[in-house]
């Protein structure tokens, strides 16, 4: 993970707990390592009820996990 260049296409991570805001948040220039992290979460870590995962794409499109602590994870 490197600093912001200008000019280069970055990917956004970002983990939530609940309905608060995100409390960790990554950029990638790489797609592979951005896809890689969002892999590596699969639990519902320190939330009550749910954590939400996302990733975004330059080109706009978000992916979604949501971890209940039931054990059910929903993907989008």
């Known amino acids: ?3 912001r ?6 990917y956004k991570l970002t983990c939530a707990y609940d309905s608060n805001a995100p409390h960790w948040s990554a950029e990638y220039e ?11 979460f699969t639990d519902w870590g ?4 749910y954590s939400t995962v996302n990733l975004y794409t330059p080109a706009g499109k978000c992916y ?11 993907v989008k």
């Open 5 to 10: 260049k200008v000019g280069y296409l970055m």
């Open 30 to 40: 790489s797609e592979f390592g951005a896809w890689e992290n969002f892999f590596l």
């Open 46 to 49: 320190m939330a009550n009820e």
């Open 1 to 3: 993970m490197r600093s």
């Open 64 to 74: 979604t996990k949501v971890f209940y602590r039931s054990g059910m994870v929903a």
